[in-house]
């Protein structure tokens, strides 16, 4: 609806230069169309006559000097005639103000019904090639609380974006190399020896949980394990470290892809840090940096002149150790991303990390290879705090010292997890409440809304049981009949969904499409417990079915692009 009035104006102001009341050669200024916030002032407001006085500087009679006001009345003059719009109003100092005519809301019942799975899926990203990275996680244990956050999110903004027309590259980018790393190993080494947290001889900075017991049971009994293809067998010997942490990572990524399945989450490359400098890049990141003259030596160390690029203060890349501060391989795997085609990428990441963004950002821009500044976009998220019975969660059985996302999903469901992680903006502090998360009732935003979707095939077999036939054609030869509030409430929220889903591809926040599911749950609940839909009145009937029917589309089509499931009986 917004994109055929958005046209409607176009056409105005193209009207409008051909008369010489507008300058032929303006440069037409982005106006919107927006929802209005009471149906009083109508549909749908526009700002273009307020941006049009802004920039027209032609000498043109009647544009230099036309007010708002002014050249909003000429716009809506030269609106091109149809059956859209009923009528439209100028207010205050310029806006235009549409009302849509009923039928034009019906429609869109048709429009969802010839649509089906495709209806609110749009070809923004011309399929052009975004990467999405998430999760991202150290091999060095279960995935917690704050991963699955981390994967509802990437994996729900990757359902959008791929409904928005783009060629969507998920991606995990595994930490395989460093200290932690080393940690596991010994760790690992240190359990199978027979030694506990505690212990003399206990790793300082071991981990504790008893996850690394079962690694280091599972190598000492030859066990193998397979990740994307590449299997390790645990070498039984205690002294091998090189082994145990082979043993050990492959282990441990071999549980997070069991849990992120369990969760409906894949990935489609899975990166391995310690590529970038088996295969050098970390090194021709360097060279490329030092050739474009962005760095200096001081102290025995090499600094990046990242201040070049808005960062704060200059970063040391390579220490006087010869060893690389943490940032420089960041710096490499997003090259490779540019290289690899990914014209634009996206990282999700904890808030924590938020100081290294900058200097990430000045390296790739450092580097002179075109990359476009900003690259890449950051969606950034909080920590999530586990409440049960009033009291927060912060242990798990098997983790120790956290909750897991396991603990979550084996415990309220796949579907409620994911909701409950989705459901607010990613910058906000989030409460999973579990035993809000566990109840079948409407204060349960996901249950209320999977349970409108079952109340919709309820009343179909209802129908059938009745022995009423739903005819489809008759019931859109006959949507004018959809003429009380609670229709017209329910036909305005099915007509918004296409407008939902772009701007949360677009801002990469799908907490919009999470709250507006809820919305669209409510106007339908409300219709149901207002209105009989298998009356004896058979055009009525099949009216209102296929009102319901498309009510049940919409909501299996945002359900599906959260990852969710759409349960046909509850």
Not at 128 to 157: I, K, M, Q, W, Y
Not at 179 to 200: C, E, F, H, K, W
Request: with cysteine; charged share 25%.
């Amino acid at each position: 609806m917004k994109a055929q009035l958005h046209e409607l104006v176009l056409e105005a102001i193209h009207a409008l230069q051909t008369q010489a009341v507008l300058p032929a050669d303006l440069a037409i200024p982005g106006f919107v169309i927006e929802r209005t916030r009471s149906r009083e002032h109508g549909d749908f407001a526009c700002n273009a006559a307020m941006l049009l006085a802004k920039h027209v500087l032609s000498p043109v009679e009647g544009a230099a000097r036309a007010k708002p006001r002014e050249l909003a009345e000429k716009l809506v003059a030269a609106l091109p005639p149809g059956e859209l719009l009923t009528r439209v109003e100028i207010a205050g100092p310029g806006f235009i103000n549409f009302f849509l005519a009923a039928d034009a809301s019906q429609s869109q019942v048709r429009r969802i019904l010839e649509q089906g799975a495709r209806y609110g899926r749009s070809a923004l990203g011309a399929g052009r090639t975004v990467g999405v990275e998430f999760v991202s996680a150290n091999p060095t244990g279960p995935l917690h609380v704050g991963h699955g956050r981390n994967a509802a999110l990437g994996d729900c903004v990757a359902r959008l974006l791929d409904a928005s027309g783009w060629d969507v590259k998920r991606e995990f980018y595994y930490n395989d190399a460093g200290v932690q790393i080393a940690n596991l190993a010994v760790s690992t080494q240190a359990r199978a020896r027979g030694l506990a947290p505690g212990d003399a001889g206990w790793p300082q900075d071991g981990y504790r949980g008893d996850y690394i017991a079962d690694v280091a049971k599972a190598y000492l009994a030859g066990d193998s394990v397979t990740v994307e293809g590449h299997t390790v067998a645990g070498a039984k010997d205690v002294e091998n470290l090189d082994a145990i942490r082979a043993f050990a990572v492959a282990y441990l990524r071999h549980e997070q892809n069991l849990d992120l399945q369990a969760f409906g989450v894949g990935f489609d490359v899975y990166f391995l840090e310690s590529s970038l400098y088996t295969d050098g890049k970390v090194e021709e990141a360097v060279r490329e940096l030092v050739a474009h003259g962005h760095t200096y030596e001081e102290g025995g160390a090499l600094w990046l002149k990242t201040t070049d690029f808005g960062d704060d203060k200059d970063r040391v890349m390579r220490k006087s150790d010869g060893t690389y501060t943490y940032f420089v391989p960041d710096v490499a795997y997003h090259l490779s991303k540019w290289q690899r085609g990914y014209g634009k990428a996206i990282t999700v990441l904890g808030s924590d990390h938020h100081g290294s963004l900058a200097r990430v950002k000045a390296g790739l821009q450092a580097l002179d290879a075109g990359i476009p500044k900003g690259y890449p976009d950051y969606l950034l998220y909080q920590m999530v705090t586990v409440m049960r019975g009033g009291e927060e969660v912060k242990i798990s059985k098997r983790a120790g010292s956290y909750v897991t996302l396991r603990d979550l999903i084996d415990e309220v469901g796949r579907d409620a997890t994911r909701y409950f992680l989705i459901s607010r903006k990613g910058d906000s502090q989030l409460v999973f409440d579990i035993d809000l998360a566990r109840s079948q009732t409407n204060d349960n935003p996901v249950y209320y809304i999977q349970y409108a979707h079952a109340r919709v095939c309820s009343v179909l077999r209802q129908a059938g049981e009745k022995g009423f036939t739903f005819d489809q054609d008759n019931g859109l030869a006959q949507l004018a009949r959809l003429d009380n509030e609670h229709e017209q409430a329910l036909l305005t929220e099915l007509s918004r969904y296409p407008e939902v889903v772009e701007a949360a591809a677009t801002n990469l926040e799908p907490h919009l499409l999470a709250i507006w599911l809820r919305e669209l749950a409510n106007a339908f609940h409300t219709y149901y417990n207002s209105h009989q839909f298998l009356v004896e009145d058979k055009d009525l009937r099949d009216a209102r079915l296929a009102l319901v029917v498309a009510t049940r589309q919409v909501l299996r089509n945002g359900l599906d692009l959260l990852g969710l499931g759409a349960p046909e009986s509850m």
